[in-house]
């Protein structure tokens, strides 16, 4: 099992930038496939973005990609999500998750989840 806690949200301009980050306990951290997933008020959490444990293979929800870039650092135990060009579609709590086997959009393959941070993205 692996704490991730999420921070760097907060509230941004349409087409703004911001990046949020989640650290991770454990010295297993380079083995884990990690995502990042949101959740808007009202709607079902869903996929933003994966990657491998090596950080070689990466893979977009397609309402995220090119402006969205996920990427780790397996020395800092860190998993980043840069997000570009937002939209007020992108309002959300944004949270990392750990344990899936494989990249995957499903959320009921992960296991570990932070609590989550807020993205508001105003018109």
């Known amino acids: 099992q692996v704490l991730l806690v999420e921070s760097g949200g907060g509230l941004v301009q349409t087409g703004g930038s911001l990046r949020v980050s989640c650290t991770a306990s454990?010295?297993?951290?380079?083995?884990?496939?990690m995502g990042w997933f949101r959740q808007a008020p009202g709607k079902e959490r869903e996929s933003v973005a994966g990657?491998?444990?090596?950080?070689?293979?990466?893979d977009y929800a397609n309402s995220v990609k090119g402006r969205f870039t996920i990427s780790r650092d397996n020395v800092q135990n860190a998993l980043y999500l840069q997000m570009n060009n937002l939209k007020p579609a992108d309002t959300a709590v944004y949270y990392c998750?750990?344990?899936?086997?494989?990249?995957?959009?499903?959320?009921?393959?992960?296991?570990?989840w932070g609590q989550g941070t807020q993205v508001t993205v105003s018109s």
């Open positions: 998750a750990a344990g899936s086997r494989w990249i995957t959009p499903d959320p009921f393959r992960y296991t570990d």
């Open positions: 990657i491998s444990g090596s950080g070689t293979v990466t």
């Open positions: 454990g010295r297993t951290f380079p083995r884990y496939v």
